[in-house]
């Protein structure tokens, strides 16, 4: 006798997909915004709003597609219990899906979590299991869907695979379109950061697909190992402590992360990062995440360089989530200081650099 399991439910399993897609239907394209910096006149600098989607990040896309993935794969079936090993946006993305299709979910994560972050995956019906190690995070995570009975998400290993990267209204796809009209519409670079590298994989492999001339450059944080493992290609690299900006950069080499899509790679450190967010307030009129300020820092340095060369053109990056999830953190003076991030020289360097 097999002990195969029956295959799903194609009813429930369409009615599954027929929600996910009603969510899309009822949610408009994110907006393009560009913003126009007196230093680069002929410049164009534009921010991919990524934190207006329903759960309010950029994972929101990663959520979605992790859960057709596994629906269309039959690993993910009614009543399938969802864990992930995260602490941040995928979970909060991934607990929004879950509950869409009447789904339990779990978030594996640290016990030094914040109360506000718990909250939020909460509010979404999520339940965090705590764990004393952060290494264990993933272990735990299989460990637990084997005692459930159900599916390990794992971003940081499907991200890349999880994404149609030739199109069908994948983030890329999303910003060409939208430049379309522009009068620099195929950008001399898009930048972004990498966590699972699961956008870096999309965009770069979509550039190549349709044979444009934009180059991709991925910007790492303090405590990451991508940028020195894109210059070494050692995947035995890793780091003792965690990125402090939250959504990019690992302690260890993850699946997801393609080197050869990309073309560029910049540090930045986290100070900077931070400065550029209380920057970016003044010029976009609301709060993002620290990823948006890493994400600003590498886009400035790029702009420079062009315009060094006398050339003209234009520069993509995004804004990955809301910056209010961060007023206890990024936002917060005290916080700041404790953690010895001495912003005020940086930031006026950097309004000094935008004019």
């Given amino acids: ?129 705590l764990v004393d190690d952060p290494c264990q995070i993933y272990q735990e995570s299989h460990r637990l869907a084997d005692e459930l009975g159900g599916h390990f998400m794992d971003q940081f290993a499907n991200a890349e695979r999880a994404t149609d990267w030739r199109g069908n209204n994948n983030i890329a796809e999303s910003i060409f379109g939208q430049l379309s009209l522009e009068r620099y519409p195929e950008p001399t670079w898009v930048v972004v950061g990498a966590g699972t590298g699961g956008t ?21 944080p303090d405590h990451s190992v991508f940028h020195e493992f894109f210059e070494s290609g050692d995947t035995a690299l890793t780091r003792d402590c965690p990125s402090a900006i939250e959504g990019i950069g690992r302690p260890r080499v993850e699946a997801s992360f393609l080197p050869h899509v990309i073309d560029r790679m910049i540090h930045v450190p986290d100070a900077a990062s ?28 790029l702009m420079e360089e062009i315009a060094a060369r006398g050339e003209t053109g234009s ?29 005020g020289p940086l930031l006026e360097r950097l309004c000094s650099r935008v004019g």
């Fill in 1 to 129: 006798m097999s002990n195969a399991p029956s295959p799903p439910s194609r009813t429930w399993l369409d009615q599954a997909i027929g929600r996910i897609a009603s969510d899309i239907q009822r949610s408009a394209d994110t907006h393009l915004i560009r913003l126009d910096l007196p230093a680069f006149p002929d410049i164009d600098l534009y921010f991919k709003d990524e934190s207006v989607h329903p759960s309010g990040s950029l994972k929101h896309r990663l959520a979605r597609s992790l859960f057709l993935f596994g629906l269309c794969n039959g690993w993910i079936r009614e009543g399938t219990p969802i864990i992930e090993a995260s602490s941040g946006s995928t979970a909060v993305s991934e607990a929004y899906f879950a509950k869409l299709l009447g789904l339990p979910f779990t978030a594996v994560m640290p016990k030094s979590t914040s109360a506000k972050k718990i909250a939020w995956i909460e509010f979404y019906g999520g339940r965090c299991h």
């Fill in 200 to 220: 870096s994989a999309t965009i770069g492999r979509f550039i190549r697909y349709r044979s444009l001339a934009t180059k991709l450059c991925v910007v790492d």
């Fill in 274 to 301: 931070f400065a550029a967010i209380h920057l970016l307030e003044t010029l976009l009129g609301s709060k993002c995440g620290g990823s948006t300020g890493t994400n600003f820092c590498g886009a400035l340095q």
């Fill in 315 to 343: 520069v993509v990056t995004l804004i990955c989530d809301r910056g209010d999830r961060y007023l206890d953190t990024y936002y917060n003076p005290a916080w700041l200081a404790q953690h010895g991030y001495e912003i």
